[in-house]
């Protein structure tokens, strides 16, 4: 009994041991499969946001391409107080003025923001008091890289500069201002809502549904990119913000740096006709 009982038991622990060495294959496996199956998820994962990294550093996403082509199938509508065949002359101020001055912009501009927030008092009040009369030509080549804010808030801008010369040049600055700005990688003025939102800041524009129906169904997107060909079409203009006075550009040796209000007033001064 005692034999045959031994030769049992040795059998039954071998049975034993190989059914948990399966049962640990298995578990082996199986935590195998989740090893790779996790990296194939991170790989693809990695992938697809170097993907999507790639495509908005090569101007990627839609929104801009879109933003063009509805646009081009809207009729062009010129705002009041524009001249030139597609309205996309805008001069601001004394018409009667001996000296223009020249602005060129983006709205989605760093350094235009930077300009209009240290120099923009300035500017206004050389226009009011006649110093010049300013034209502005306004570009939209940021929205090259990604997204529609450029040209949004241009066409924004129109629907403005439909209500009055002057709220145009208050929308503008508020657009421009440290509290609203958005950083260059930021599309936040693609929008409505938010250059709605922007223009309770003025008093002509706050609440004014003739200019919010305009911001919302896109009156003067077609105006926008037209003026944003024109601003394309300028030879000597390659960056922003630029300004001339009466066709001189104006500037210091430091490349890059917008105008101070202590640099602005002397480069006018000595450019005035008299």
């Known amino acids: ?52 990294a790639v495509t908005q550093m090569n101007g990627g996403g839609n929104a801009g391409k879109e933003w063009t082509a509805a646009a081009e199938k809207k009729a062009l509508v010129k705002p009041a107080h524009t001249t030139g065949p597609q309205g996309t002359t805008v001069i601001i101020g004394d018409q009667k003025a001996k000296n223009t001055l020249h602005v060129y912009e983006d709205m989605r501009c760093p350094y235009c923001a930077q300009f209009e927030q240290l120099t923009g008092t300035t500017v206004a009040k050389d226009i009011k008091n006649g110093t010049f009369k300013a034209q502005y030509t306004m570009g939209t080549f940021l929205d090259a890289k990604t997204g529609a804010g450029s040209k949004n808030a241009l066409s924004a801008l129109g629907a403005a500069l439909n209500v009055s010369p002057d709220a145009f040049l208050e929308y503008k600055s508020a657009l421009y201002s440290a509290k609203n700005h958005p950083k260059e990688t930021d599309d936040a003025f693609a929008g409505d809502q938010k ?31 037209a003026m944003s060909k024109s601003f ?43």
């Open 232 to 274: 394309n079409d300028t030879k000597d203009v390659s960056s922003t913000p630029t300004l001339k006075l009466n066709g001189k550009i104006l500037k210091t040796d430091q490349e890059g740096v917008p105008l101070t209000p202590d640099q602005f007033t002397p480069l006018v001064q000595q450019n005035l006709k008299k």
């Open 195 to 225: 250059l709605i939102e922007i223009a309770q800041q003025v008093k002509a524009l706050k609440g004014n549904k003739t200019f919010e129906k305009a911001v919302t169904n896109g009156t003067y997107d077609r105006w926008a990119l």
């Open 1 to 52: 009994m005692s034999n045959r009982n031994s030769h049992q038991n040795k059998q039954a622990a071998r049975d034993r041991m190989r059914a948990e060495r399966e049962r640990q294959a298995k578990k082996d496996r199986a935590r195998r499969q989740l090893v790779v199956g996790g990296a194939v998820v991170a790989i693809l994962a990695i992938a697809g946001g170097i993907g999507y």
